[in-house]
């Protein structure tokens, strides 16, 4: 069984271009989240994917964009990059339609330096 | 919406001490309710987690917690840390029947003496 990886693990970006994060679920799992975690402070939800629909979002502008492919990989999508958007971005898997489906698996993360 | 409160920003234990990190939650009924553990620049680990049934939840590395209904609260405890359970702590809540929006405290970082 492998685990939730994400790439890169490290990026830097200037303000105004655009990035892409990358994560593959956990095998056997069908739904993807997305949180982003600024320095000192908890993982705050963005959204997630379940069967290639977003399934919630969190309070974040629309400039934060995601897919998830057949597969159930995922990426995250950030427009317009802003200093603020620096954070670890933390993906997780889970397998929604059981009992205990909230129980999400995290990947190591991406750290996004915005200069 | 859920939402949860870590009160503890910072503790410090001697290695060997017993350990207890709080977590208060808010919910219109009972959540599902979890403790995940960070190391620095790691992602998050899932130490315990709370759905139904009795309220003492074991997990890894010698962790439980305990969910007090009365009280809205879910706190962490060892009875003896090891140096290496120097780390960030999470308590999140989610909310039952939705898989979606998971909520994070702010932390609480343990920091072990020798």
């Known amino acids: 069984e492998t685990g939730v990886t994400q790439s890169p693990t490290h990026l830097i970006k200037t303000r105004g271009q655009q990035v892409t994060l990358r994560c593959s679920s956990q095998?056997?799992?069908?739904?993807v989240s997305w949180y982003q975690q600024a320095l000192g402070q908890g993982p705050q939800f963005i959204f997630q994917y379940y069967r290639e629909e977003e399934n919630g979002r969190g309070n974040f502008p629309p400039r934060f964009s995601g897919l998830q492919f057949p597969n159930y990989s995922s990426e995250l999508n950030v427009n317009a990059l802003e200093l603020d958007d620096s954070a670890l971005y933390l993906c997780?898997?889970?397998?929604?339609?059981?009992?205990?489906?909230?129980?999400?698996?995290f990947g190591p993360g991406t750290r996004l330096t915005v200069t | 919406a859920q939402s949860v409160t870590q009160p503890d920003i910072h503790i410090t234990v001697s290695e060997g001490a017993s350990l207890e990190l709080r977590c208060n939650y808010s919910y219109g009924a009972t959540p599902y309710l979890f403790w995940y553990v960070q190391s620095p620049g790691q992602g998050l680990q899932l130490l315990l987690k709370?759905?139904?049934?009795?309220?003492l939840v074991q997990g890894i590395k010698g962790f439980e917690a305990e969910f007090k209904r009365s009280q809205s609260s879910f706190n962490l405890r060892k009875p003896s840390v090891h140096w290496s359970d120097a780390a960030e702590y999470f308590c999140?809540?989610?909310?039952?029947?939705?898989?979606?929006?998971?909520?994070f405290g702010a932390g609480t970082r343990l920091t072990v003496k020798p």
């Open positions: 095998s056997g799992h069908n739904t």
């Open positions: 709370y759905f139904s049934g009795d309220t």
């Open positions: 999140a809540v989610g909310a039952r029947g939705n898989n979606n929006d998971m909520r």
């Open positions: 997780a898997s889970s397998l929604a339609g059981t009992s205990g489906s909230n129980e999400q698996y």
